[in-house]
């Protein structure tokens, strides 16, 4: 091998100068070669180090995963509302006029979530103050949509919602 | 110019057209020499260093998880190891971390103790490693108890102790440490505000002492 001086790292193997002195194959430099082993092995480390990192950020295993929720409605009165949590939603159920609604109790409007006024039978959003019935009409404030109806049956008097 | 001088112009040449920092990256890291006749003994405190930032890693990883309240703590842990992706891993490398890092600083201040390069003009180097030396076995301590596990409790029990052999004070250290009359839901809370904020924060401002020091007087030659 020719006395090569392409000791620097910046082309990994063999340089511009041999091309351009004609060569058919760049010659690897030692150093290159070096470089590019050690530029790897750092790259391994480096995703060796990341994927238990970027994996500790992804979501845990929930063992409690989504229940069904069942409501006993004889221990509902006209009043009342129950409040339920179910996969990132919450979930409101009322027996007004002996009849069970189920509703999402995200304001229709930007999402907040909306109490029930158990005097005036209404829902009542904190946020600007919309307010729907108990059919889940919307009545007042800055949205027409009606509250979002959830799918519920009834077994034995037990409201379930599966 | 080298490969990662290059590497900093292409990644931020217009940020260091202005703080002109490709100099102090030379000075401190691609330029800088060390002595010849360092052996690789001379490492010891440098990768207790690296482990030392390997422990706030994790430790930060971990902190999304823990819960340092007596009832919830061990749950918590469980629920890393087992139900958090790669967090039994996470977990496993904090605790063994620790054991590797109490190692390191032991073999470093055998090390310069054999050499005896604690002498002038060394002497506060020595100083504030030794306050190091108490931070980091501070740490593992505080850290030992906060799984709440049998062998946890029962080390924070034996640890504890041992101020009570101070003559007229012990008694009285002894509860100020436990934040009460046994090992608590308190201790815990204790424990856990040294680990994650005030003995990492020493230890850092004494770390940075430490290392402006060695920059001042440089790394002793072996003779």
Redesign the interface.
């Known amino acids: 091998m020719e006395n090569c001086q392409c000791s ?3 082309a990994a193997f063999g340089g511009a100068r041999e091309k351009a002195a004609g060569r058919e194959l760049a010659q690897p430099s030692r150093r290159g070669f070096f ?1 590019v082993c050690i530029a790897a092995m750092t790259g391994i480390a480096g995703l060796a180090v990341a ?3 970027l ?2 950020l ?1 979501l ?4 409690n995963a989504a229940k069904s929720i069942e409501v006993p409605l004889a221990g509902l009165s006209e009043s009342q509302a129950l409040f339920f949590e179910r996969e990132g939603t919450q979930i409101v159920v009322i027996n007004t006029n002996k009849e069970p609604k189920a509703y999402d109790a995200a304001c229709t409007h930007l999402g907040c979530l909306v109490s029930w006024d158990q005097n005036e039978h209404v829902f009542r959003c904190p946020c600007h103050g919309a307010v729907f019935d108990d059919q889940g009409a919307a009545v007042k404030g800055p949205v027409n949509m009606p509250l979002k109806k959830v799918k519920f049956e009834i077994n034995k008097g037990v409201l379930v919602i599966t | 110019m080298n490969t990662i001088a290059k590497l900093t112009k292409a990644v931020m040449g217009e940020v260091d057209e202005r703080f002109d920092l490709t100099p102090v990256i030379e000075k401190n890291l691609t330029h800088k020499w060390v002595p010849q006749t360092l052996s690789w003994a001379g490492c010891f405190g440098g990768l207790a260093f690296l482990i030392f930032l390997i422990q706030i890693f994790t430790g930060i990883l971990l902190l999304m998880y823990y819960k340092s309240d007596a009832e919830r703590a061990w749950d918590s842990v469980t629920f890393i190891k087992s139900n958090v992706p790669m967090g039994w891993l996470i977990q496993r490398v904090h605790s063994v971390g620790a054991n590797f890092m109490i190692a390191l600083v032991f073999l470093h201040m055998a090390r310069v103790a054999y050499l005896r390069i604690f002498r002038k003009p060394r002497e506060l180097h020595w100083i504030s490693g030794s306050v190091l030396l108490l931070t980091t076995t501070m740490l593992a301590f505080t850290g030992y108890l906060l799984p709440w596990t049998q062998l946890s409790y029962w080390g924070a029990k034996v640890g504890t102790e041992i101020p009570s052999a101070v003559p007229v004070l012990g008694e009285y250290i002894v509860l100020l440490i436990r934040r009460g009359p046994s090992i608590s839901g308190e201790t815990l809370g204790f424990f856990f505000a040294m680990h994650i904020w005030v003995l990492p924060g020493i230890s850092i401002l004494v770390m940075v002492m430490h290392f402006l020091m060695i920059r001042r007087t440089g790394i002793s030659r072996p003779l």
Do not use: E, M
Not at chain 1, 60 to 63: A, E, V
């Open positions: 620097h790292g910046g470089h994927f238990p990192i994996s500790f992804r845990p295993k929930r063992i």
